[in-house]
Nanobody
Framework: QVQLVESGGGLVQAGGSLRLSCAAS????????MGWLRQAPGKEREFVAAISESGGRTYYADSVKGRFTISRDNDNNMVYLQMNSLKYDDTAVYYC?????????????????WGQGTLVTVFT
């Protein structure tokens, strides 16, 4: 099983950009689909984006489509979330997640591996 550590969160003005990184340890990284989910205060954890094991498929929540881009570097066991045109409503703790099944990453309660989360705060 992989272990995940996120970084890159912080404070950003609305309209700005931020890139989150997720470092994975473990030799089986390439066999996991990867994703990002987020949880805003008082709300349930929600799906943001997912990428397949090879990186050939991606999937986004409607709320971030066109603004966020997920990518991965299998040589270095890294996953990224580039966030542009950030909005106040993007404020949340962002979690990196891994699962052996691509489709499961849209279902928070079913995901196999989680990181500890990184806080993104967007101010107006």
């Amino acid at each position: 099983q992989v272990q995940l550590v996120e970084s890159g969160g912080g404070l950003v003005q609305a309209g700005g950009s931020l890139r989150l990184s997720c470092a994975a340890s473990g030799r089986s990284f390439g066999s996991y689909a990867m994703g990002w989910l987020r949880q805003a205060p008082g709300k349930e954890r929600e799906f943001v984006a997912a990428i397949s094991e090879s990186g050939g498929r991606t999937y986004y929540a409607d709320s971030v489509k066109g603004r966020f881009t997920i990518s991965r570097d299998n040589d270095n066991n890294m996953v990224y979330l580039q966030m542009n045109s950030l909005k106040y409503d993007d404020t949340a703790v962002y979690y990196c997640a891994a699962d052996r099944t691509f489709g499961v990453l849209r279902i928070a309660r079913s995901i196999e591996v989680w990181g500890q989360g990184t806080l993104v705060t967007v101010f107006t």
